[in-house]
Structures are given as structure tokens and as C-alpha cells.
């Protein structure tokens, strides 16, 4: 898979070379490049935002140095990328859609910040591939980084490969549509609590059963929406 990544702050993406992708990057699975939206600008001052057309508050991404990104993206590109942007006012980010992208070939995350981004890039955008607007939930950051970085990460574990135990993969929140059972290791008995005795019985149907209505138990008090489905 090819992710690309359009930022003004292309170093906040330093972190993800680390640990489980800095493994899917150096073993080929994942080909990941990190562009500065500033490299698209012509003027001296590298301008990207500009005063919103109707007044108000903050400022707006000037639409050139996007065109000019995604032109040289998705020029000489195998697949048509799928082009996601970041946004509190997108559909919401789910395992489900991790799963989705996953099995996309080519990935461009296009980070806004300040107000947002120029309305006619989307609409251009959708000329050169996909366009998605994604947000993590229901509540507002700075800019898409911090979004596409966690985006990056749940899609990136998915890629077939990645996670060296693809078991580890099903047995967890949200792959079932549940939120996962709890997990105890060694020592059985820790500051007076002990491990719950199902768990060192050797009987793995009861594990199981036991396990299974954990998660119902869990889901039914902590997420009951996910239930309502
Ligand atoms: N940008 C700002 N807030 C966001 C959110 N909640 N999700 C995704 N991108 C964002």
C-alpha cells in the first residue's frame, strides 16, 4: 500500500516510523511519504491560507498549493487514489472503515488547518480519485495531523503482514462488533485480587463461554449503542 501525507507540519509524522509501522515501512507493505503543503507555493512568504470570502473568524487554505499537490500525487500513480481529509464535519472513523481502506492500494491524507479548507478542493479533488472526509469523532483538534496519524495506525495494522499474529487481530474490540474480554497474566494473585478461577481451570469451552459473556457484559454497560444495531 502507498499512503501519502499532505501537512504544513510534516514532522508531527516523525512518530509513525516507530515500532509496528516502522516495520510494515522497512519490510515494503507499507510505502509511506509525508510532503509539506508548503512545497506547492510560489511566493516568498510559502503562503497556504487567506482571509474567508463573507467575513468571519480565522483563515481559509488557499486552494493552489492543494491542486498542485494532488496534480503531482496522483500523476504516474498505478491506482486511483482514494483521498481522504480529515474533518469534525465527516462521516466517523470505525473498524469497519479501517478495514475498508486497508484493502485500498493508495492512500492521500490532506491535512487541513486553521478553518478549513477551500469548498472547491474537494470538488476538484474528486476529479483525481475518491474523496473521503473522515472524522475521528465528535469533538474538534487543531488540524487533520493528529487524525490522520491515528488513521494511519489503524489502517496500517491491518495490512495483511503487519501484525505478525493475525490471530490477535480478531480477538479484539470492535472486530466483532463487541469490546474485547479482559486479560490477566501472571502473577494469579496480585495486591489481594485474584485472577478470576475460569481462567486457570484448563477447561477452554467454559474460557470461552465465560469470555464471550464478558464482552456482552462489558458492551451492554460501557457502549450500549453498539448493541442497538
Ligand atoms: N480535524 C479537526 N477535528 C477533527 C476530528 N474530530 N476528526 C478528524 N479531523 C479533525
Redesign the pocket.
Known sequence: MRIDVLSIFPSYFDGLTLSLLGKARDSGLLELHVRDLREWTSDRHRTVDDTPYGGGAGMVMKPEPWGLALDELATGASAVPTIIF???A?EV?TQAKARELAAREHLIFGC?RYEGIDERVFDYAATIGEVRL???????????E??TMAMIEAIGRLIPGVVGNPESLVEESHEDGLLEYPSYTKPSIWRDRAVPEVLLSGNHARIAAWRREQQLERTRTRRPDLLDG
Do not use: Q, T, W
Not at 473522515?134 to 487533520?144: A, E, F, K, P, Q
Open positions: 480529515p474533518s469534525p465527516g472513523f487541513g473522515i472524522s475521528l469523532g465528535d469533538y474538534v483538534l487543531n488540524g487533520g493528529v487524525a
